[in-house]
């Protein structure tokens, strides 16, 4: 498999203007079989067809040990294109975002990330090869990860001094920060007061801070500025004070060279997502527009993003 139309629709179409579609960008024709994941990433797109809309790649791990896509198109209402799952891994109950990239010599794609299997941090790495369902490889990464009800991982790499976070929100009520260390992750610290949040992604990276956008069980909408320097506190700011309580997983995609950002919220209740697109974070004074009720169906356990290993987020 290549990665050129994935990789030119959640990489290439972040250059471009988060505004509603006229047209879905990357749908199916009526009738069709669904599609295997695999076999559409081969198919490259026109310039006009990417032109069109920015997209959320969602990815999901499922009960069944599969794992489950989806590419959203930013409209009202919103295009979906779900895939035929593959087989990943069992017993996942929390997943990071998917990095997509090519070996140095790009003969070969992949992806890469972390997932809580049980107790266990895991890492994986999915090779898509040119013919025939996704490898997957998984490796243990620690154990001691029961009392962490999800994760995710920031990855800023344009310009010094780059980093690789993996944050943790724990059952203790503190968010903990990890930093890549080799071939594991080195603790950081924590920051208390994170009892009422029930989940976490990045929708910032720079090379001085990330931003998580974070719900509470009550359901407001939170940002958490957290600076990269030892010693710092984070900054939070409500951007709403509720009507997010049915979300179990946020889904971030840049969109946009202005700090766009396009956002699916899924409730796992019942395996439905919404699409929004987000201005620059600011508060409440942050620019949301809803674009409506994803025609797919989200039946997983955590749901993140699939996106190019170099696309930095800049929603803040």
């Not at 004070?241 to 969109?255: D, I, K, N, P, Y």
């Not at 620019?287 to 997983?300: R, W």
Request: aromatic share 10%; net charge positive; proline share 5%.
């Amino acid at each position: 498999m290549k990665l050129q139309r994935l990789a030119l629709a959640v990489a290439g179409a972040g250059m471009l203007a988060a505004t509603a579609a006229s047209g879905p960008a990357l749908a199916a024709t009526q009738g069709e079989p669904t599609p295997s994941w695999a076999k559409s990433a081969a198919q490259q797109p026109s310039a006009k067809a990417v032109a069109e809309a920015c997209v959320n790649t969602v990815i999901w791990p499922t009960v069944a040990g599969t794992v489950g896509v989806a590419e959203v198109t930013a409209a009202k209402p919103p295009r979906a294109d779900q895939y035929v799952p593959f087989n990943f891994a069992a017993d996942v109950r929390s997943m990071t975002t998917w990095y997509l990239a090519s070996n140095s010599s790009g003969t070969q794609d992949f992806a890469y990330g972390l997932f809580l299997q049980n107790g266990n941090l895991m890492r994986h790495t999915t090779v898509f090869p040119d013919e025939g369902d996704p490898r997957v490889t998984t490796t243990k990464v620690g154990a001691g990860w029961t009392a962490f009800k999800a994760v995710a991982t920031s990855n800023y790499n344009v310009a010094a001094p780059v980093h690789s976070y993996l944050y943790g929100l724990n059952t203790d009520g503190k968010l903990y920060r990890y930093a890549k260390n080799g071939t594991g992750y080195k603790n950081l610290g924590n920051f208390g007061g994170f009892a009422a949040f029930k989940t976490l992604t990045v929708i910032s990276e720079t090379p001085t801070y990330d931003t998580l956008l974070m719900t509470t069980k009550a359901g407001a909408l939170y940002t958490i500025h957290i600076p990269i320097t030892a010693a710092a506190k984070p900054v939070v700011k409500v951007i709403q004070a509720s009507g997010w309580s049915a979300f179990e997983s946020l889904v971030t995609q840049r969109c946009g060279v202005r700090g766009g950002t396009l956002v699916v919220g899924i409730d796992h209740d019942t395996n439905t997502g919404y699409q929004y697109a987000f201005g620059k974070a600011n508060g409440k004074a942050t620019v949301i527009t809803s674009y409506g009720k994803v025609p797919a169906t989200f039946d997983g356990v955590s749901h993140v993003a699939a996106t190019w290993y170099k696309d930095q987020l800049i929603g803040e």
